[in-house]
Each structure stands twice: as C-alpha cells, then as structure tokens.
Nanobody, 124 residues
Framework: VQLQASGGGLVQTGGSPRLSCAAS????????MGWFRQAPGKERTFVAA????????IYQDSVKGRFTISRDNAKKTVTLQMNTLGPEDTAVYYC??????????????????WGQGTQVTVSS
C-alpha cells in the first residue's frame, strides 16, 4: 500500500487546514489508519487514528476537540481536519496504515505503511 499525504503548508494561528491521505496499490479497508506528527528535534508522536470501518476514533489529548479524523473507504482516503491551530502544532504530519489491533494504534512501530509526510507550519 502506498500512501500520499497532502494539504500542509503555512497557516496562521487559529487556522483550519485539512490534511488528506490517499492510498493506492492495495486494499484500504483492512487497515486502521493513523496520523502522526514530528516536530523539529522531537520524536514522532501519535495524533489521531480511525478504525477500519470508521466507527471508532482516538485522539491525542492535546488535539481533542480541535482535530477530526475521518475516512472514505470507497475513495481510499483518510482526512485530518485541524482547527484552531497554534504554533505548537507545527510539525511534519504523516499518515500511516496498520493491520494491527485497535489497542495498538497509538504506537508508531505498529504501523505497516507510511506516507511521505506533509509540513504544517503555524505562524504566530
């Protein structure tokens, strides 16, 4: 499975960009999908994940109520709607796919496939 993320860029504080991730080259529905981010000099951290059928979502505490993850299995896409961004949200954002169990979706090492990342820079 190949993943292609898009939608990043330079955003003002308080902005609401939308990241998209398109899958190709294989089945999409069997995978739980996640978004991670990596700020300069820091480790890659979990942001949000959505279950295979789309019925379950989980978020990092710092983005709860601001970010929404969704997926369209027919179009093989997963989206991260981000609202009320602050400078602390500046990072490279990665989409990823895991065939693992739902309880493991917050762990980056459990993911089988990764997109190339898209930079989000929030200007203050």
């Amino acid at each position: 499975v190949q993943l292609q993320a898009s939608g990043g860029g330079l955003v003002q504080t308080g902005g609401s960009p939308r990241l998209s991730c398109a899958a190709s080259g294989g089945s999409f529905r069997p995978y739980n999908m996640g978004w991670f981010r990596q700020a300069p000099g820091k480790e890659r951290t979990f942001v949000a994940a959505i279950a295979r059928g789309g019925s379950g979502q989980i978020y990092q505490d710092s983005v709860k109520g601001r970010f929404t993850i969704s997926r369209d299995n027919a179009k093989k896409t997963v989206t991260l709607q981000m609202n009320t961004l602050g400078p602390e949200d500046t990072a490279v954002y990665y989409c990823a796919a895991t065939s693992g169990v739902w309880s493991s979706v917050t762990f980056p090492h459990m993911y089988n496939y990764w997109g190339q990342g898209t930079q989000v820079t929030v200007s203050s």
